[in-house]
Structure formats: structure tokens, C-alpha cells
Nanobody, 118 residues
Framework: QVQLVESGGGLVQSGGSLRLSCATS????????LGWHRQAPGKERELVAL???????NYGDSVKGRFTISRDNSKNTVALQMDSLKPEDTAVYYC????????????WGQGTQVTVSS
């Protein structure tokens, strides 16, 4: 059974920072593209950032320059460093594993809540 386990969510003031982490198995980490998605109340789920197994990255327009995705090969984890947070970043953040192009996401974590107060 594939597991993706997120941690690091919480409450932060506008302008602050949070770091999310997602742990998974060695096989998933080695062969899949890993990404962070988010879903705010009443909105569709959107891609925040992804990183391939060759360390190529891509970001959603709304987070470029503020968020950084990275992989830790020694721990089989993927992190999302979120800086200069805004109230509109408030959402449930999901870790996911997908195909090389990030077009099909096969596995999902349970999500972690991020709340940014104004």
C-alpha cells in the first residue's frame, strides 16, 4: 500500500513561513514525480509545486518566488518551504505522487491544514 504522510501544517501570520514535509516509500520517491497541491474551501484543488525524480521543478503562478520544493534523498521526503505567506494561501495541502510530466497523480496523502491569518 502506497503511503504519503504529510506534516508541518499549522497557523501562521501573514508574511510568515511554514515548512511542509511529506514522507513516502523508497520506490515511490525514486521513480515518481512528487508534488504539493492545495484546496481552499469552495475552490478546486490546484497544483502548487512539483519536483521530478531528476530534480526538475515547476510552480503554480501564485506561489512563484515564495515557495520552494525540494527532495531529501537520504530520508525519502519532499519538502515545501513556504515564505511570505498570504491569507489566500490558506488551504488543505496535499502531497501526491504522479507521472513524469505531473499530468496524472496516482497517489495522495491525507492532507495537512495551513491557515494564514491577516
Amino acid at each position: 500500500q502506497v503511503q504519503l504522510v504529510e506534516s508541518g501544517g499549522g497557523l501562521v501570520q501573514s508574511g510568515g513561513s511554514l515548512r511542509l514535509s511529506c514522507a513516502t516509500s523508497r520506490n515511490i520517491f525514486a521513480f515518481y514525480t512528487l508534488g504539493w497541491h492545495r484546496q481552499a474551501p469552495g475552490k478546486e484543488r490546484e497544483l502548487v509545486a512539483l519536483i521530478t525524480n531528476k530534480d526538475n521543478t515547476n510552480y503554480g503562478d501564485s506561489v512563484k518566488g515564495r515557495f520552494t520544493i525540494s527532495r531529501d534523498n537520504s530520508k525519502n521526503t519532499v519538502a515545501l518551504q513556504m515564505d511570505s505567506l498570504k491569507p489566500e494561501d490558506t488551504a488543505v495541502y496535499y502531497c501526491a505522487a504522479g507521472n513524469s510530466w505531473g499530468t496524472i497523480w496516482a497517489y495522495w496523502g491525507q492532507g495537512t491544514q495551513v491557515t494564514v491569518s491577516s
